[in-house]
């Protein structure tokens, strides 16, 4: 039996019933952007289902440690993750969508009353992930010229001029081209 599929007990059936879980779930490699992030140990999770009438509603976190490169000197780094578990799940199709909810926002129970963990907690970790992992906000990152990595020491190059960072204007070939007036 997987971990991370619950089935779903008889009483939660009965509307202002909750039951918790919890276990752990292996993700090898999750991909954000351009970056991946490595769970080399198990991610642990815990879950309160509770029954609100018409749907299920699952609540929860999941935690572990996830290590990528930073995205300056490619250096690895490690840091703790902890992401909020949310999801809503119809009791049957033909129940109503919530008014205030988009579609995206909720599930439908499946027939065989199995809830997924493991999507629920990719998603939350995916957003507890930086736009831009970094070693440290003072890393300096690698020269462009000779790749060495500018926080173990200078490497000697000469530094780039103020020319070199602005980008050539992609219009500029046109200054000189015969345009026929009218």
């Known amino acids: 039996m997987d971990a991370t599929r619950i089935h779903v007990p008889l009483e939660l059936f009965t ?14 490699v999750v991909k954000s952007g351009p970056d991946l992030y490595d ?4 991610l642990s ?8 009438g018409d749907a299920l509603l699952v609540t929860g976190t999941v935690e572990g440690e996830a290590k990528t ?3 300056r000197c490619l250096d690895s780094i490690a840091f703790p993750v902890t992401g909020e578990i949310e999801g809503y799940f119809l009791l049957s199709s033909e129940e109503a969508a919530p008014e205030d909810m988009d579609e995206d926002e909720f599930d439908v129970l499946s027939e065989d009353k199995v809830i ?5 907690a990719t998603a939350a970790l995916l957003l507890e992930f930086p736009l831009v992992p970094l070693c440290d906000d003072e890393c300096k990152g690698l020269c462009s010229t000779c790749g060495a990595n500018l926080n173990e020491g200078s490497c000697g190059c000469e530094p780039a001029s103020d020319e070199d960072d602005v980008p050539p204007n992609p219009f500029a ?3 000189d081209f015969p345009f026929e007036e009218k």
């Open 15 to 28: 509307p202002a019933e909750s039951a918790h879980f919890e276990g752990e779930l292996t993700v090898p």
């Open 39 to 42: 769970f080399s140990a198990p």
């Open 45 to 52: 999770w815990q879950i309160d289902i509770s029954n609100t």
């Open 69 to 71: 490169a930073c995205a």
């Open 116 to 120: 997924d963990v493991e999507p629920l």
């Open 173 to 175: 070939v046109l200054k």
